[in-house]
């Protein structure tokens, strides 16, 4: 029999060509999984690790809060996470949303630990989902419960208008089974395919609109669900909510486009591909800062071995600390660079100085110039290119 949605929806077809992908968009997906596996075997301390735990999940909870008009910083949310954030009751729920999602991310992650797998997708799967991100959050009384589907026509941003209501359930089904069924992994590569089946099972949530509210919120949870089912790290599985709330006039362009297209979502899946390998970027940066910063400590601790003098010390600390500065630096403004630099030098000449930077000049721990000096840190980075580092726009330096 045919459906409603079959004449008002045509797009809503389940289908994706994957021969119309382009090279450039495997190649980005490649990249993708690449860096996905490289964040999850790198090394790093308990205290460094969870801080970026919770400073992306800080990230995911503000973003995909703020598309749907919470106000709440990225700040604000992380100071939630961590000591917790009091609120007027006239703003409560702003922190009510933000729990949510934070709930039902650990929830997922918390599954996912103890029970090796998560559930397949299905509509009682989506549906959970929305009664988590709308829990305890003031709603009109006609709407249908969390969780529940609509029982009446919806408008999305005052233009798109979500499939027939009677068709819903029927089409939550089909979507289930179509992501199930063919976004397996081929050939080994879980990751590219992973990534694909995520955003398009955000564009479709997008379409459908089963829900009276949260439909955004709970296509980004379904993003994660399948993310870090395959495998993605948890700060790396929030980068799509990331990337649509920073450029969300782009966000809403590239839904709207796929719609008003008839069912053309390569667009918004390269838009989706390319924010994630962007922000992929940027969290292998900050994790290699953090290795190269351990690094370089121990590379100096290691270089001192045995001379623990009053000289031996200020020098153990002056290219420890200029190593923390990570620029040029004024020689004159060297005894006043941190607390215990200033404590080292008080008192002492201009002479100490520059005798302290020939002596770590020559032990090949920092670069100088006239006037300035810097730490030598690329002398612990193994494999630099032999191009200038302005040109490496992923170097860590």
Not at 237 to 260: G, M, P
Not at 323 to 338: K, N, P, Q, R, Y
Not at 346 to 369: C, E, F
Request: with cysteine.
């Amino acid at each position: 029999m045919k459906r409603k949605y079959q004449d008002s929806h045509p797009w809503i077809a389940f289908q994706l060509n994957l021969r119309e992908v382009g090279w450039l968009l495997w190649v980005q997906l490649g990249e993708a999984a690449s860096k996905c596996v490289h964040l999850t075997n790198v090394p790093l301390r308990p205290e460094t690790s969870r801080k970026l735990q919770n400073l992306y999940l800080a990230k995911g909870a503000a973003a995909t809060t703020a598309i749907e008009g919470n106000t709440l910083t990225e700040e604000e949310v992380l100071q939630h996470i961590e000591k917790g954030l009091k609120m007027p009751p006239s703003k409560e729920y702003l922190t009510q949303e933000v729990d949510n999602i934070i709930e039902a991310c650990n929830g997922i992650a918390t599954q996912l630990s103890n029970h090796n797998q998560l559930p397949p997708l299905t509509r009682a799967v989506i549906c959970d989902y929305n009664r988590l991100v709308r829990k305890n959050l003031p709603e009109p009384a006609d709407l249908a419960p969390p969780g529940a589907l609509r029982t009446g026509s919806v408008i999305v941003g005052n233009a798109y208008r979500g499939a027939p209501a009677e068709d819903c359930l029927e089409l939550l089904d089909k979507m289930c089974e179509w992501l199930e069924r063919d976004f397996k992994q081929q050939g080994g590569y879980t990751l590219p395919f992973a990534i694909l089946k995520a955003i398009v099972a955000h564009i479709y949530l997008a379409w459908i609109h089963p829900f009276d509210d949260g439909n955004g919120r709970t296509a980004r949870l379904l993003e994660l669900h399948i993310l870090l089912e395959a495998g993605v790290p948890a700060p790396a599985a929030h980068l799509l909510s990331n990337h649509y709330n920073a450029t969300r006039a782009e966000y809403y362009r590239q839904l709207d486009h796929a719609s008003k297209s008839k069912g053309d979502i390569l667009p918004f899946i390269r838009y989706a591909v390319q924010g994630f390998v962007d922000g992929l970027r940027e969290q292998l940066t900050y994790v290699w800062n953090q290795q190269w910063d351990a690094a370089w400590q121990n590379y100096v601790h290691e270089t001192f071995r045995g001379k623990d003098g009053a000289s031996g010390t200020r020098q153990r600390h002056l290219a420890l600390d200029l190593g923390t500065a990570g620029d040029w630096v004024d020689v004159s403004a060297i005894d006043e660079l941190t607390p215990r630099l200033a404590k080292a030098f008080a008192g002492k000449s201009p002479k100490t100085i520059q005798r302290d930077l020939s002596d770590l000049h020559g032990l090949g721990l920092i670069q100088r110039q006239p006037g300035k000096v810097r730490a030598n840190r690329e002398i612990i980075h193994a494999f630099r290119p032999l191009r200038r580092k302005d040109d490496s726009p992923e170097a860590p330096f």
